[in-house]
């Protein structure tokens, strides 16, 4: 009952007008930038990556990713780690700085993170990344989101579901791609929503979403709770208030937004 009531504010994040989200792109989630997205109808937003190993040293790079925006309405802070009690304990410092929820990330594919056993890396072993994401689910205040691959260089992601069904978390988002295709392929939305069928968890689809048009199809007709979009958002920031509106925002790519205005 604990967990379910924990899982409260990010299912709600999740209703209708809110199921477009920024998703949490390394070097591009800067708090101006999120602050801007937010301008635009963004209602919830994910930071750049931090290594919570560095977070609990209390590093004040990794410490900066914290930082919320004052016009974010739903803010979580994205983390890598692979043992509860650097998780627990990382998870305590973005409550305690007024993050929404946490984000684990398993899909990060780089050298940087797999090197350390983090990232995607962690999807080799279902059953011991379920006992890392209970763990941490049951120790922290707030919602626990996960993000994961399809696979690492095979697709195993029904396994992970499986694994992931009974952690307590809010809410899956899941790439449609392997940590070694990067975005080499298109990503497998048919996999998504298969996946999305068949579990009892909020399904948040991500990879490929690069316009308005894109996001729609998406939310309507691959039975995801919610779509993220990333590259999309960096080319067009305003495409969240398009999604809230019922008629299309006309821009050119090339316009200068309000907010920019110096």
């Known amino acids: 009952c604990a967990r379910s009531s924990r899982a409260l504010p990010l299912s709600l994040a999740l209703r209708a007008s809110f199921v477009l989200q920024l998703a949490p792109l390394t070097k591009g989630n800067n708090l101006p930038f999120r602050r801007l997205c937010a301008d635009y109808d963004a209602q919830v937003l994910y930071s750049e990556m931090a290594f919570a ?7 004040p790079r990794e410490r900066a990713l914290m930082r919320r925006a004052a016009n974010e309405p739903t803010f979580g802070v994205q983390i890598a780690t692979k043992t509860i009690d650097e998780g627990v304990r990382a ?3 973005i409550a305690e700085n007024g993050a ?3 984000s684990l990330n398993l899909g990060c594919p780089i050298y940087e993170a797999t090197r350390r056993g983090l990232g995607s890396a962690l999807l080799k072993k279902p059953k011991k990344l379920s006992r890392l994401i209970g763990g941490m689910a049951e120790g922290l205040p707030i919602p626990l989101e ?3 691959r399809i696979g690492i260089d095979s697709v195993n992601i029904e396994s992970v579901v499986e694994a992931l069904e009974e952690t307590g978390i809010a ?11 990067r975005y080499k392929k298109s990503a ?3 996999l998504i929503k298969r996946i999305a069928q068949n579990t009892q968890l909020p399904i948040i689809g991500n990879g490929d979403v690069l ?3 894109e996001a729609r199809n998406r939310i309507e007709n691959y039975d995801v709770s919610a779509v ?3 590259r999309g958002a960096l080319t067009k920031p305003w495409v969240f208030q398009e999604y809230v509106s019922t008629s299309h925002a006309v821009r050119s790519l090339f316009a200068r937004p309000d907010s920019l205005t110096l």
Do not use: P
């Open 91 to 93: 998870g305590l410092a």
């Open 100 to 102: 929404d929820f946490v």
């Open 171 to 181: 809410a899956l988002t899941i790439h449609g791609r392997t940590a070694q295709q």
């Open 146 to 148: 996960v993000k994961v």
């Open 211 to 213: 316009t308005l048009h």
């Open 53 to 59: 190993r560095n977070l609990c040293k209390g590093e």
């Open 188 to 190: 497998d939305w048919d």
């Open 228 to 230: 993220m979009i990333g």
